[in-house]
C-alpha cells in the first residue's frame, strides 16, 4: 500500500471501522442488554483504532479486533461505575465474551447477534423512521449527523428520533431475537422493506447531498448481502439484493452532464455497470432455484430484462407485462397498475397503454404522485396530443421538488412547445 | 413484563347487537380470559359500562369541574381492559391479536411503570 497522510490514514480507519463495527455492537448489546452502553464502548474502541490501526496497520480481523476491544472498555467503564454489585452479571458475561477466536460455535453466535439485531431494528412497534434510522446507526455505523444529512432532517430531530427508538425497545420491551418461526415471513417483510427503503432514499435523483445518498444505496445492498448471508435460504432476500443491485447498476447512466434525470428509455446502456449486472442476474438465478415467488423476486426479474436488453426496442416487454400480472396480483397497488400500463404501452403502442392510464386518472388514487402525470404526458406526446400533453407535464411539474426531476420535466414541456403550438 | 391491553371498540354496534351476537362475543371473551388464566399470563381485567356513563373530572384553581363524557371525542371508545404478564412485547402483541375486540377494534399495548419495591 502507498504511504497514507494522517488524514488519509483516518479516513481508512473510518471506512473499515464503519463496516466493521456492527457485528461489535450486535454483540455488545446482546451482552449488555443496552444499545447506549454498546454504542459507547464500540465508540471507544473507534479511538483506540485512530490511535494504533495508522501504525500498525489494519488487524487481520478488523470485526473481532473491534469487538474485543469494545468489550475491554465495557469492562473498564462497568468497574468504574459506582453501583458495581449490581453490574456483576454483565461484567461475568463480558469476561467470558472471546471474539478473538471465532471457532464454529462463535462464529454463529456472531452471526446470530447481527440478525437478532437487525430484527430489533425492524420491529414493527417503531416507527417506520425510527427502523430506517436505528440500521443505519447501529448496523451501518453511519453517524446520526450523516443520516440526518441523507434524509434532510435537522440533526437533533435525528438525534431525537434515536433516542427515543431506543428508549422505546427498552421500555416497551422489544425482544432482541430473531422471531419464531410463525412470525418470521411478517417480520422478515418489514426488514426487507426497511433495506428497499433506505436503498430508494438513495437512488432517489441527487436531492440533497448526493455522495452520502450514494452511501445509502451502498448501504442497503451490503446490509441486503449480509441478511442473504445470514438467511441463505429465504429467496425473497436474494430478490430484493438482486433488485438493488439491477437498480444500482444504472445508476451513472441515470443522471446526464447536467444533473437532469434519464429515463431508461433514453439512457446510455454502455454506462452501466456490467459486472455488477452479471452479479444481480446470478443472485436472481439463486433466488429462482429456491422457488417460491414473491415480490421482490419478481421486480428483480423486470430489472433484469431491462439490464440484460441491448436496447429498449429488443427489450422483451411481452415478458415484463407479464411478470407486471404476477406482480398486480400479489401486490395490488396504483403504482403497479401505472407500471403495467407502461409496459403495455410499450409492448402494444401507446394508445393502449394511454387509455389504462385515463382508467386509473379517473380512479384518483395518483392525483398527487408526479410520475403519473409524467407517465400520463409522455404517452399524450407520443399520440402528438401536445396541449394535453403540457397540461399534464405542468400538474408533474407543480408536484416535485426534485431539481434532477424538474429539469427533465421543464425540457419536456419545452418539447410540447408550451401547449402552444397549436 | 405487564402490559396493559386497552380494548377500544365503536360502541354503538355493540349497543344495537341481538341477544345471540352478544352472548357470542361473550362466550369468545371467556374463552380468551380462560386461556390466559390457565398459562398464568391474566393478572386482571375487566369489561366497562358504555362511555355515556363516563364522567370526566379535573381540578383547576382548587376546583373541581366534573363533567359528562369521556375525555377525547373518538368513533373508537375504551371498552374494556387486561392486565397482563408477558415474556415480552412480542408475547403481549400475540395476546392483543387474540382479544376478540382485535377483528373489530383496536387494543393499545402499553408497558405498566415498574417501580423499584420500597424495602
Redesign the interface.
Known sequence: MAAAGPSDARGVVEQVFRHESGQAVATLIRVLGDFDRAEEAVQDAFLVALERWPGTGVPSKPGAWITTTARNKAIDRLRRERRLAEKQAELAQLMSLDPGEPDQQNRSSVVDDRLRLIFTCC?P?LSPEARVALTLRTLGGLQTAEIARAFLVPEPTMAQRLVRAKAKIR?????YRV?PDH?LPERLDGVLAVLYLVFNEGYVASGGDALIRRELCDEAIRLARLLAALMPDEPEVLGLLALLLLHHARRDARVGGSGELVLLGDQNRSRWDQAMILDGVGVLDRAVRLGRLGPYRVQAAIAALHATAASPEATDWGRILALYDALRRMNPSPVVELNRAVAIAMAHGPEQGLALVEELAAGGALDGYHLFHATRADLLRQLGRDAEAAAAYRQALELTGNPAERSFLTRRLAEVGSGRRR | MRYLLAIYGDEQGFATATEAEAAAVADAYNAFTKDIVDRGLFQSGDALEPSSTATTVRVRDGRTLATDGPYAETKEQLGGYYVVDCKNLDEAIELAAKIPGAATGTIEVRPIMEFPEQG
Open positions: 420491529h412497534a421500555t416497551a420491551g422489544i425482544p422471531p412470525l
